[in-house]
């Protein structure tokens, strides 16, 4: 028997993931949406000592890290001088974008991309999460209830100038090793070990748990995708397939954006899974997502998931 107390906590915590999952996810529990925090530490983060990351000359406390208005800024010479709004955010409810999306632009699974994105199109996406057109209750919606125009101009004005990287190492497989979702709700290879199948999900892990909880810059990710996902995918977002119209139409011969329609060459699978799910259950519409509506809405998952393994694959 539980303690009353316990129990009750275990169903408030229940309660609280199915509200947010509700809304967030068409399903709760959905493995592309990391929501709950199994675990509370990431490897490497709850360190007390000054810690480094290769290539910087810079170190930082644990603490120093994951303070989300004045995150760590491992090579400030490898970019142009950011916005306050980035670096430090804007008092308490504006944590600093360069944190979770890190000081490269290229973010982690969970977050996004912002590295070469057209800053209208950032703009646009900021305008949506404000309407709510686009729910990411977890994050942004609530990061630009106070987000000034000026803060949300500067920002995506700094991150367009980024140059993206090769972020992901895209390897199909039919098992993965155990893995949770640790601080931060990134996930990481469980330490005691183990493999489970992988079925029809991504899996994304750092390519280094230890600097990638760090918030490293240039530390990217690995996507685990189910055999044969990439020459599918290809094929659908080179060609179309029943209804679905080929990507290349709007997103251009390289999948590098064209006008309103950005970049998705060599992003982040899990993200990319993410929205093509949200604009078929409508958790993401806002204006120019009327534009994705007709291609997604015959897409099954497994088709999302083969089109996401072959866009990781890309050049950025
Ligand atoms: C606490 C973490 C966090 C912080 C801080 C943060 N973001 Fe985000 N951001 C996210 C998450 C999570 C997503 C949504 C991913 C999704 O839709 O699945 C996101 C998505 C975005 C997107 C959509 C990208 C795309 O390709 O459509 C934009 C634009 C964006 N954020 C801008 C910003 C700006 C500007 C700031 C600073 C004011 C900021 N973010 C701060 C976590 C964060
Ligand atoms: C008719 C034009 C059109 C076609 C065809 C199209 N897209 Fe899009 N796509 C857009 C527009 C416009 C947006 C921006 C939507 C917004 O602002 O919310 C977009 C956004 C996206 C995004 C979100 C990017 C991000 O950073 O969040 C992804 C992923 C995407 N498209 C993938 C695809 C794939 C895969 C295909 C082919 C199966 C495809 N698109 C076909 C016009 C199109």
Known sequence: ML???????????????????????AEPQHWAYPIVVER?????????????????????????????????????????PAPNVVRAGAGKSVPA?????????????????????????????????????????????GIVKDLTDDDARQAAEWFSALKPLQWTKV???DTVAVTYLGKGRMRFVAAEGGSEPL???????????????????????????PPGSIKRGEAIVRSGSRGVMSCVICHGAGLQGIGDAPPIAGISPLYAFRQLHGFQTGARAGVWSSQMLT??????????????????????
């Open 3 to 25: 303690h009353g107390g316990v129990m009750q906590k275990i169903v408030f915590v229940f309660a609280w993931a199915a509200s947010i999952a509700g809304v967030y996810a």
């Open 40 to 80: 509370p530490i990431a490897p490497g983060s709850d360190d007390t000592g000054p810690l480094q990351i290769p290539g910087s000359s810079r170190s930082y406390t644990g603490v120093q890290i994951d303070d989300l208005s004045n995150p760590p800024d491992w090579f400030p010479d490898s970019h142009a």
């Open 97 to 141: 974008c360069g944190a979770c999306h890190l000081m490269s632009g290229m973010g982690h699974p969970e977050s996004s991309h912002l590295a070469g994105l057209p800053a209208q199109y950032i703009l646009r996406q900021i305008a949506d999460f404000r309407s709510g057109a686009r729910k990411e209750p977890t994050r942004m919606n």
């Open 171 to 173: 390897v199909e497989t």
């Open 199 to 225: 079925g029809s999900r991504i899996i994304e892990v750092p390519q280094d748990p230890v600097n990638a909880a760090r918030r490293d810059p240039r530390n990217g990710f690995v996507a685990y995708v």
């Open 295 to 316: 291609v997604v809405a015959n897409l099954s998952e497994e088709e999302m998931i083969s089109i996401a393994a072959y866009l990781g694959t890309l050049a950025p």
